[in-house]
């Protein structure tokens, strides 16, 4: 079946410009994922979603970031104002229930935003 | 708070040797382990994990035992292959806490 699925796969945009990502997670998982992947480093957890609701924003950097998932299904993150430092590659994981810490995430290719 | 720490890399190797990949982490609950691989050009996928102390996980060839006493967690397989050449993680996450927290990565490169 389809995996998780982000676009664009490359997106640049200029320091201070808008910008949306999208992730579509693999059918029927409630649970959903945000972490960002800065060169030479590991992912870093952005937002979990459990449903429709944000269960944990804890790793949102700032008030420039925010995420939304309307329907339970499709996820887009927003950035405002963007900033050289958000160049990243930004990774959308899904899973099929909130696994307590014990299962598995399954990971979308990402999305790799440049801002110049 | 919590962290994991990686063996440096990039490691080479030539096929059929022996593999290990250290990672050791910190973390204020009870932890589970993973290893997560990430092969060219495609997505992070779950290799094998541990939920408890003294647990094994294996997959692929790979294993990793979860030690307590020295909060371990390192990633051994007997004979690699080319087809392992990948970017390896190592994550835990604590606490029924949905969140993950990974290692820097360790690129491994194997040659015929």
């Known amino acids: 079946g389809a995996g998780v699925s982000q676009t664009p796969s490359n997106k640049v945009t200029e320091k201070g410009k808008y910008v949306e990502l999208r992730c579509d997670p693999i059918?029927?998982?409630?649970?959903l994922y945000w972490y960002r992947q800065s060169l030479g480093q590991g992912p870093e957890f952005l937002i979990y979603?459990?449903?429709?609701?944000?269960?944990?924003d804890s790793g949102l950097p700032n008030d420039r970031f925010f995420a939304v998932r309307p329907e339970g299904s499709v996820s887009t993150l927003k950035i405002q104002r963007t900033e050289r430092g958000d160049s990243a590659v930004y990774l959308c994981?899904?899973?099929?229930?909130?696994?307590?810490?014990?299962?598995?995430?399954?990971f979308g290719p990402g999305t790799r935003l440049t801002v110049t | 708070g919590d962290s994991v720490t990686q063996m440096e890399g990039p490691v080479t190797l030539s096929e059929e040797a022996f593999l290990t990949i250290n990672c050791t982490y910190t973390?204020?609950?009870?932890?589970?382990l993973f290893w997560y691989v990430q092969y060219p050009g495609e997505g992070l996928q779950l290799l094998l994990k541990?939920?408890?102390?003294?647990d094994k996980g294996s997959n692929k060839g790979f294993e990793a035992t979860y030690r307590k006493e020295t909060t371990s967690f390192h990633l051994e397989k007997g004979s690699v292959q080319v087809s392992d050449s990948a970017v390896y993680f190592c994550?835990?996450?604590?606490?029924?806490?949905?969140?993950?927290?990974f290692g820097t990565g360790t690129r491994l490169t194997i040659i015929p």
């Open positions: 994550a835990l996450s604590v606490g029924g806490n949905e969140k993950l927290t």
């Open positions: 979603f459990q449903g429709t609701g944000a269960a944990d």
């Open positions: 059918s029927g998982h409630t649970a």
């Open positions: 994981a899904s899973s099929a229930r909130p696994s307590g810490g014990l299962g598995e995430q399954y």
């Open positions: 541990a939920t408890k102390a003294d």
């Open positions: 973390a204020t609950g009870y932890p589970s």
